[in-house]
């Protein structure tokens, strides 16, 4: 089973930036697709972004394009969150999630494996 390892959350002014980080105990990591996805209280989890196995197709919610970047260090077995141009709006427990299959997929119930989440708080 693969365990998933988030980090890099905390509380940022809007306008800031913040880089998450999700490390991933697989050695095959690289097989993988990736995905980020974020939980507001009282909302349902939604996706944010999504990464192919090689790094060369990426997928965004329309609500963080142009701000959010995702990316991959396969050699690291770790994915990344680059978020700029924060709003209140993005404040929300942010998760990591990993896939087998042939490409992206932008919703929770196609990902086998799951972080356990990192805050992250917008203040206006």
């Known amino acids: 089973q693969v365990q998933l390892v988030e980090s890099g959350g905390g509380l940022v002014q809007a306008g800031g930036s913040l880089r998450l980080s999700c490390a991933a105990s697989?050695?095959?990591?690289?097989?993988?697709?990736m995905g980020w996805f974020r939980q507001a209280p009282g909302k349902e989890r939604e996706f944010v972004a999504a990464i192919n196995w090689s790094g060369g197709s990426t997928y965004y919610a329309d609500s963080v394009k142009g701000r959010f970047t995702i990316s991959r260090d396969n050699a690291k077995n770790t994915v990344y969150l680059q978020m700029n141009s924060l709003k209140p709006e993005d404040t929300a427990v942010y998760y990591c999630?990993?896939?087998?299959?042939?490409?992206?997929?932008?919703?929770?119930?196609?990902?086998?494996?799951w972080g356990q989440g990192t805050q992250v708080t917008v203040s206006s």
């Open positions: 697989e050695r095959t990591f690289s097989s993988y697709a």
């Open positions: 999630a990993a896939r087998r299959g042939i490409g992206v997929r932008r919703t929770p119930d196609e990902y086998d494996y």
